[in-house]
């Protein structure tokens, strides 16, 4: 996903992005006994190439620790939509202001082994910009070209060694950062969304 230096170029990529999105039915998981988490994807314009913002967690965390994910977390009554709190986390853990967020649609909800299901936005955010870390739950932030995660070489299958465990899975490569589990699930989506890949397999249900 290479850009002509255009600013005509540059909004039709998006629009193309945010239509694949709106279109789509979003699959919902409706469930009493499962905790309920919302992640943003922020996505953004750098020397032409646009990127996905991530993050790398602490370990000081309590889940996850160690782990590239998306900022995010568990849902508030005070959120009122799962949208809030997918913006109130990110603005907890990278400074990234809810107002900055260009909010261009939603992916299908994604159940972890952990009891969540996270539902996933996709926010256009400005760059560059002044990212404060929440030092506790952020080690640091990770940029990746979409265009890397767009080659099928960059998602494959082998085996992970984790807390001293060796796991096969799935996972997306990008030098040595390695990008699995719920993540992983999430990011997929994405990059067949924005490939026109996927097709619409769900109900939209409102939460």
Known sequence: MSLPASDASIKNVIEKLREALTKREVLHVSDSKMKVAAVLVPIFLNAGQYHLLFIQRTERVKDHKGQIAFPGGTYKNADGLLLNTALREAEEEIGLAQS???????????????????????????????????????????????????????????????????????????????????????????????TGEQKNKGTRNEK
């Not at 080659?151 to 984790?162: Q, S, V």
């Open 100 to 194: 900055d967020v260009e909010v261009l649609g939603e992916l299908d909800d994604t159940i972890v082994p952990t009891n969540y299901v996270i539902s996933p936005f996709v926010g256009l955010i400005p760059y560059p910009y002044d990212f404060k870390l929440d030092k506790w739950e952020v080690e640091k932030l990770i940029e990746i070209p979409l265009e890397a995660l767009l080659n099928k070489n960059c998602y494959i299958k082998g085996t992970i060694t984790w807390r001293g465990h060796e796991m096969d899975r799935m996972f997306y490569k990008y030098g040595n950062k390695v990008i699995w589990g719920a993540t992983c699930e999430i990011l997929k989506q994405f990059v067949e969304i924005s």
